[in-house]
């Protein structure tokens, strides 16, 4: 016979455990990805994105801490809410360069990816005149690399790795011509290495 699942008259009913800060961060985070990518309005990103990172963190504090749910939620929000930033940064490091650099032409750039982890998630973005694009891979082993070209006045981009379960150490570079301008090593679970701009 089966046992019934509710508690017996007069006793109350136990409280089920909830994780709010991760759920706001996950709703934030996503949220703010989608603003970013929008040009011009993907300014209204960054504060969506700012708190979205904060919520998580406390969320996953709250994880860590007080055994609440929610870890999923929490670093997937994390995940969103650092891509998200990561689109923002791009368009801030656009703006700079063709600010102060008004040259045009086309650039080659080749975002690279080395280390020891597996089961690494690899998101990469360039931005120029022609437009924008954002692409995710996944990569078992290491090294990685891409090459793609840039051309117009307004140029950006952004490399970001993120470890998976099983750790591991992660280092990210971007190289422009042929000169590495950015570099960026991160090591652990879940561990996110984010190399932005020129």
């Known amino acids: 016979m089966a046992r019934n699942a509710y508690p017996p008259p007069g006793e109350p009913i136990p409280a089920i455990a909830r994780n709010g800060f991760a759920t706001a961060g996950f709703v934030l ?18 504060p969506l994105i700012v708190v979205g990172l904060a919520l998580t963190g406390i969320g996953l504090y709250r994880v ?10 929490a670093l997937a929000g994390l995940s969103l ?39 690494v998630t690899i998101t990469y973005s360039a931005f120029g005149d022609g437009g924008s694009a954002t692409d995710q891979e996944s990569a078992s082993g290491l ?41 960026s090593t991160a090591t652990g679970r879940f561990a996110v290495a984010s190399c932005n701009g020129f």
Do not use: M
């Not at 891509?83 to 650039?107: F, K, M, Q, R």
């Not at 970001?160 to 591991?168: E, F, S």
């Open 143 to 183: 090294p990685w690399w891409k090459d793609v070209h840039i051309s117009g006045r307004l140029k950006a981009s952004s490399l970001t790795v993120t470890t998976g379960a099983a750790g591991g150490s992660v280092t990210c570079q971007v190289i422009v011509d042929g000169n590495q301008t950015r570099t």
């Open 64 to 73: 860590v801490a007080k055994n609440a749910p929610g870890r999923g939620l």
């Open 81 to 119: 809410s650092l891509t998200g930033l990561a689109v923002c940064v791009i368009w801030l490091a656009g703006l700079t360069h063709v600010l102060n650099n008004p040259s045009e032409g086309i650039i080659d750039v080749r975002y690279s990816v080395t280390g020891t982890a597996h089961d």
């Open 29 to 46: 985070g996503l949220v703010g990805l989608v603003f970013s990518i929008v040009p011009f309005i993907g300014v209204i990103a960054w």
